[in-house]
């Protein structure tokens, strides 16, 4: 048995590992109506755009609940009832998109991909050629159930010639890989609190082009999940509609600021390269191999495949490791058996080192590697 005197480190795409600043912000209580604190979510709003560069342009909706909540109200405001949308489509969220939009009784083509590879911008482009129905495009940037990179440039460039819009999922991208609204030009993309800006979970945003916020009065379904009437009560009010998540917001805030002095974009990018390099690396010492070729390989989190041995199995291999003081996430593949560690949240090379150390250790006493 072994005694970790920390709270597990968590190598997860988010929730993840916060530093002790982002979880002391959360020791005040806050009213949802006092100045103060709308100050801090309109600031909180300002910068999130400002990381895309899209002040000009466009205006950050946040929204309370989980990153799935802020993707099904994008679509559902966004997209106009009778409205079509491509979902390129090579992995979990991608599949989760159109199932939202088959729900939401929107229109749904779907370019299907190999999981392991990134989304082509020509295929994307010849579908668009192909049905002039189709006035959205819906892309995961990267998507996290196996950690590929999609190209999201080029196929940003592919959907403005094209004419027609394009809605990202930056969930496990945003604040960690450069998306410029200048120059990738965007409807809408969403992210949350608690992935590469290090915050809590429990609050999404939607940065939406402005010009088309405003047009989409009446398209949703839903009340709370109107993303149209969350913004005009906010722009009236300086409040959110409904109880807001005070104690996310003011994490995130405090995120923030550590994200700004650690660099921004540049510098969270060069950390999480950093620490999946050193997570690969010490992996493929054990003979542990990524299911994504390096080249498609987004630095957020990383798919291995599982060890083929009659020893292996996930619960014991899960366990072991977490009471060595880490905690991983199972892999989302149904055909190859897989698990995945993340590379995101206030972790460094030198704690990946450490984690590579307690797989190995853990698979020794697993008898799946040999005791050295
Ligand atoms: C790409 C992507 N989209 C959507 C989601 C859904 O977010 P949540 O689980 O917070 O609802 C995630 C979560 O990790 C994600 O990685």
């Not at 990153?67 to 491509?86: D, H, Y």
């Not at 945003?174 to 409807?187: S, Y």
């Not at 390269?273 to 191999?289: P, S, Y």
């Not at 080192?353 to 020794?364: F, N, R, Y």
Request: glycine content about 8%.
């Amino acid at each position: 048995m072994h005694t970790i005197d920390r709270d597990p480190l968590l190598l997860t795409p988010g929730p993840l590992t916060t530093t002790l600043r982002t979880k002391q912000a959360m020791l005040h209580d806050w009213g949802s109506w006092d100045s103060a604190f709308n100050r801090i979510t309109g600031d909180v709003c300002g910068q999130l755009v400002d990381i895309v560069h899209g002040t000009e342009t466009h205006v950050c909706v946040p929204l309370q609940g989980s990153g799935t909540f802020s993707v099904e109200a994008a679509l559902g405001t966004l997209v106009p009832r009778g409205g079509k949308v491509l979902v390129p489509n090579n992995g979990a969220y991608c599949a989760r998109i159109v199932r939202i939009l088959k729900i939401l009784g929107r229109d749904v083509v779907e370019l299907p991909a190999a999981e392991d590879c990134p989304i082509d911008p020509v295929a994307v482009e010849a579908a668009l050629i192909t049905d002039p129905r189709i006035g959205h495009v819906a892309l995961v940037h990267c998507e996290t159930g196996t950690g590929v990179l999609n190209p999201l440039a080029e196929i940003a460039a592919a959907v403005e010639r094209q004419q027609r819009s394009l809605i990202i999922d930056a969930m496990s991208s945003f604040g960690a890989i450069e998306i410029d609204a200048r120059t990738m030009p965007f409807e809408a993309l969403i992210a949350a609190s608690g992935k590469c800006l290090e915050g809590v979970p429990g609050m999404g945003f939607v940065i939406a082009e402005r010009a088309k916020l405003e047009a989409s009065a009446g398209n949703c379904h839903s009340l709370a999940m109107d993303l149209h009437d969350q913004w005009v009560y906010m722009q009236r009010t300086t409040q959110w509609r409904f109880t807001p998540p005070t104690h996310v917001v003011v994490a995130l805030h405090e995120a923030l600021a550590q994200y700004q002095e650690e660099g921004g974009v540049v510098a969270r990018g060069a950390r999480y390269q950093a620490n999946c390099d050193a997570l690969t690396t010490g992996m493929a010492r054990l003979g542990l191999r990524p299911y994504v070729p390096a080249q498609a390989q987004a630095p957020i989190i990383v798919t291995f495949h599982a060890p083929e041995h009659a020893a292996y199995e996930f619960q014991a291999f899960y366990q072991g490791v977490r009471e060595r003081g880490f905690i991983l996430y199972p892999g989302k593949l149904t055909q190859i058996e897989t698990f995945r560690v993340g590379c995101v949240g206030a972790l460094k090379p030198q704690d990946m080192l450490h984690v590579v150390e307690a797989i190995a250790s853990t698979l020794t006493a697993m008898g799946v590697l040999a005791a050295s």
